[in-house]
């Protein structure tokens, strides 16, 4: 499966983004999806993950009522809706997914990655 994101950019600390991940090739809409970042110097940390159906899903705790991950299996895409960003909100943003049904928020279960997309909130 191939993962491209879209969607990053640069706002400013009280704004919105929304990412867009879109799936192709061996797609499996079965498979749950997440999101994960990396800011420069540190390592790759995780954000949201949700399950195969969408009807489930987990938020890291630095983003939980901020960030409202959702999918479309129809479109084979995954969304990351991000409200009331921060300067610390600042990151490459990767999506990725894991070879199970129920949302996993470990980066070593999942074992396909996009490339990533920049976001940077300006203080």
């Known amino acids: 499966v191939q993962l491209v994101e879209s969607g990053g950019g640069l706002v400013q600390a009280g704004g919105s983004l929304r990412l867009s991940c879109v799936a192709s090739?061996?797609?499996?809409?079965?498979?749950?999806r997440g999101w994960f970042r990396q800011a420069p110097g540190k390592e790759r940390q995780f954000v949201a993950s949700?399950?195969?159906?969408?009807?489930?899903?987990y938020y890291a705790v630095s983003v939980k009522g901020r960030f409202i991950i959702s999918r479309d299996n129809a479109k084979n895409t995954l969304y990351l809706q991000m409200n009331s960003l921060k300067p610390e909100d600042t990151a490459v943003y990767y999506c990725?997914?894991?070879?199970?049904?129920?949302?996993?928020?470990?980066?070593?279960?999942?074992?396909?990655w996009g490339r990533g997309t920049q976001v940077t909130v300006s203080s």
């Open positions: 090739g061996r797609t499996n809409t079965r498979y749950a």
């Open positions: 949700i399950n195969w159906s969408g009807d489930s899903s």
């Open positions: 990725a997914e894991a070879p199970y049904a129920t949302a996993v928020t470990t980066r070593n279960e999942y074992d396909s």
